[in-house]
């Protein structure tokens, strides 16, 4: 069983920075897993925003958010964390954490289709 939980969303005007963190429990971190976050914007559909491999060497990031968003991950606590700065209104969405085992150290997806273990969203609204 692998569950997933965030938290570090809110409020913040345009410009500022925001921190989510996503923890896990269960085999997701003892065994190799790719962790990523993924958005839902209010009437679209859930879209990828970046992604780290098991190793932490390999990160990618969809092209709106390069330079301002910075996936981290800490395998000896379980957790993976996106640092966002400069955040724009267009940022505003319901962030989710997710997560896909692996065999390969240096992998990462960036689809949906490739994690079947998710969590439950945090909110986060950027003010203009």
């Known amino acids: 069983q692998v569950l997933l939980v965030e938290s570090g969303g809110g409020l913040v005007q345009a410009g500022g920075s925001l921190r989510l963190a996503c923890a896990s429990s269960?085999?997701?971190?003892?065994?190799?897993?790719?962790m990523a976050w993924f958005r839902q914007a209010p009437g679209k559909n859930r879209e990828f925003v970046a992604a780290i491999s098991w190793s932490g060497s390999k990160v990618a990031y969809v092209d709106s958010v390069k330079g301002r968003f910075t996936i981290s991950r800490d395998n000896a606590k379980g957790t993976a964390d996106l640092q966002m700065n400069s955040l724009k209104p267009e940022d505003t969405a319901v962030y989710y954490c997710a997560a896909a085992i692996t065999r390969d150290r240096t992998l990462v997806f960036l689809t949906l289709k490739e994690y079947p273990y998710w969590g439950q969203g945090t909110q986060v609204t950027v003010s203009s």
């Open positions: 269960g085999s997701t971190f003892t065994l190799h897993s790719t």
